[in-house]
């Protein structure tokens, strides 16, 4: 993974600063020839402590924070870990190609699938090529594409979630944003195949779901789901955009509680300290879901697979 | 989202400012928010709520867009029954059950759509229309499950769906089950495009976010109300983001028809009309079934 310089989040502050001292430590001890070992050890007993006490009792707002960290993995990241022979599949074929979302066909150990997912940036260079992963209509119609080509050629469907949304913008408008998005549910709704959805990062609103109507969908950790981002909820609903701790807090767009209200179907768990520390070990546990889906539906027929998918979303919603 | 736009709109209201509305400047005159002529409330009600001066159409209750749409007491109201619970206990500056509360009792129904069987012209259909008074027409998990089983009983008594969008977006309060509801009601639609039965859609002001990134967007014939706002982004986000004023009449019902997903633009006194003359192609009038 990246070494890049990492920028503590707030809350990380006394972790990073204990990790610090540990090196320091370390560094004295090897310069000065002084045995510190126990010293040391006690240090990161106490940082393995402290880390996992903040991340047990992370506020939703901190949750998003991670969800959105630059050093997050993305989609090409997880690709690059997890897939072989990936043969990207560029453009929707009636206006352009969009780099806020890529797919194309690859292999999960051995097996053909199709892998589609958002696309953010390292940096800001990068960022701002892939549009800060906000797609165009482009990128929901080219994932539709692929998602069709998938089930011609009778591939599973995996596609990967992490977007603050689709794009709000003139052009956007003007090719029909909303028309591309309807389109993908109500196709995905009924492609026969298996598809698996996987909220890696932020599962921003309808541009999440606009490549998420899956027969599971599951969320790292970390990630969240909402319908609204906590910031404009805040400013809409509180009429103050420093009211998004409020806003996270009452959205209920967590993980855990997703789980809990049935809106999701699991959670795959993250490395200590978030998958912004460790690539490899967040695409281990996400292949390992992937490999128990994939599993689980290589023997299940189509028609059951559809129905089960159609009453799965029939079926979300609270009301008397 | 847009329902952005809806809840500064309230904030304006609340100052008596607020376009569309009829009983802001004194209870016999209206100033029309388009062209500034003042009219006489009567005139203009019963000219359907369309300024006599400019055209502009002023929004509809769904009592008002019933009586426009549906031959006189041919509405057979189902799912009447259903409303939203607070399963969040969602509260921002008043929980959602206040919300709820206060805007049952400003419009005297359970939730933002209503649907039942009607006849239109005597061509007989299956029609839900949403009201953007009751809670900017917002798409939660009453209007997602009264959409599918208006879908649901369009297949069954193999009759056409005719659906009147206006609406603010995705219900915050109802969290993510609201976006879910954009899943539920598409994949209610694409049970309805396997069949052969018609799906039509007549978008009025406003349809915006959630409910026209699904279900509003994927008639089979898309109609919509002359001067209406139809968007996935409202203007606000939009001119947020890209730092810039809109040009005039973006994401109008006109702009949408130049651009290609909308079939027809009508006047509002048009629309039932039209809604038979399509209906004319699938189905026979009720005298002769
Ligand atoms: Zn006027």
Same mark, same amino acid.
């Given at each position: ?98 780099? /806020? ?12 699938? /199709? ?134 807090? /009452? ?55 559809? /129905? ?13 | ?15 008596? =400012?607020?376009?569309? =509305?009829?009983?802001? !400047? ?6 029309? !928010? ?34 426009? &749409? ?25 929980? #959602? ?10 419009? *005297? ?13 005597? #061509? !007989? ?39 009147? &969008?206006?609406? *603010? $977006? ?26 052969? +039965?018609? #799906? ?8 915006? *976010? $959630? &409910? ?22 409202? !203007? =606000? ?8 004023? +809109? ?43």
């Amino acid at each position: 993974m990246a070494e890049k310089k990492k920028i503590p989040l707030e809350f990380e502050k006394p972790i990073t600063e204990l990790y610090d001292k540990i090196a320091e430590l370390e560094t004295l001890s090897r310069e000065q020839n002084i045995d510190m070992t126990s010293e040391i050890n006690a240090m990161k007993n106490r940082a393995l402590e402290l880390e996992t006490k903040i991340f047990q009792n992370l506020l939703p707002m901190q949750i998003v924070q991670i969800s959105r960290h630059q050093l997050r993995p993305g989609t090409l990241d997880y690709i690059q870990l997890l897939f072989t022979d990936f043969v990207e599949l560029k453009g929707d074929r009636v206006f352009a190609d969009d780099p /806020a979302i890529i797919g194309g066909f690859a292999f999960y150990q051995g097996q053909n699938v /199709a892998v589609i997912g958002h696309q953010k940036g390292h940096d800001t260079k990068e960022n701002i090529r892939r549009n800060f992963g906000m797609p165009n209509p482009e990128g929901y119609r080219k994932a539709l594409r692929i998602m069709r080509l998938a089930a011609k050629f009778g591939f599973p469907v995996i596609t990967l979630v992490d977007t603050p949304g689709a794009y709000p913008g003139l052009g956007a408008e003007e090719r029909g944003q909303a028309e591309a998005i309807a389109r993908n549910l109500q196709e995905m709704s009924r492609l026969p195949v298996p598809a698996l959805s996987i909220v890696t990062g932020e599962g921003g609103s309808g541009g999440a779901l606009g490549i998420a109507v899956a027969d599971k969908v599951l969320m790292l950790e970390y990630a969240v789901y909402s319908v609204i981002s906590p910031e404009a909820c805040g400013s809409i609903l509180w009429r103050d955009a420093a009211q998004s701790e409020a806003a996270a807090q /009452a959205l209920k767009l967590t993980a855990p509680d997703l789980l809990k209200l049935k809106l999701i179907d699991g959670i795959i768990p993250e490395p200590r300290g978030g998958a912004h520390n460790n690539h490899e070990t967040a695409a281990q546990n996400i292949g390992q879901a992937i490999d128990v889906f994939l599993r689980e539906y290589s023997r299940q027929n189509t028609d059951e697979i559809l /129905a089960k998918r159609y009453n799965k979303f029939r079926n979300m919603g609270f009301f008397k | 989202m847009s329902v952005l736009d809806w809840f500064s709109k309230q904030k304006e209201s609340n100052a008596g =400012r607020r376009a569309g =509305r009829l009983d802001i !400047p004194g209870d016999l005159w209206v100033k029309c !928010p388009s062209c500034a002529a003042v009219l006489y409330k009567k005139d203009l009600e019963e000219n359907h709520k369309v300024c006599q001066n400019c055209g502009h159409h002023f929004r509809l209750t769904f009592e008002e867009r019933l009586s426009l &749409t549906a031959d006189a007491g041919s509405f057979r109201e189902f799912a009447a029954e259903l409303s939203a619970v607070d399963f969040l206990d969602f509260e921002d500056t008043k929980t #959602y059950k206040k919300r709820l509360e206060e805007n049952q009792r400003k419009t *005297g129904r359970r939730d933002a759509f209503v649907c039942g069987e009607a006849a239109i012209h005597g #061509y !007989p259909a299956v029609l839900g229309i949403m009201d953007f008074s009751f809670l900017g027409g917002s798409m939660g998990s009453v209007l997602g499950e009264k959409f599918v089983r208006a879908a649901e009983r369009a297949l069954e008594k193999k009759l056409p769906l005719v659906v009147f &969008t206006a609406s *603010g $977006g995705a219900r915050m309060q109802e969290g993510l089950a609201s976006l879910m509801q954009m899943a539920k009601t598409a994949a209610a639609v694409a049970r309805l495009q396997d069949s052969a +039965l018609p #799906y039509i859609v007549a978008l009025t002001d406003p349809t915006t *976010g $959630g &409910t026209t990134a699904s279900f509003a967007m994927l008639g089979d014939i898309h109609l919509a109300e002359k001067g209406a706002l139809i968007a996935f982004a409202g !203007p =606000r986000v939009i001119e947020q983001t890209i730092r810039q004023k +809109l040009p005039k009449g973006f994401q109008s019902a006109e702009f949408l028809e130049e651009h290609g997903f909308v079939d027809a633009v009508l006047d509002r006194q048009e629309i039932k009309n039209h809604l038979a003359k399509i209906l004319k192609h699938f189905v026979q009038p009720a005298e002769q079934r």
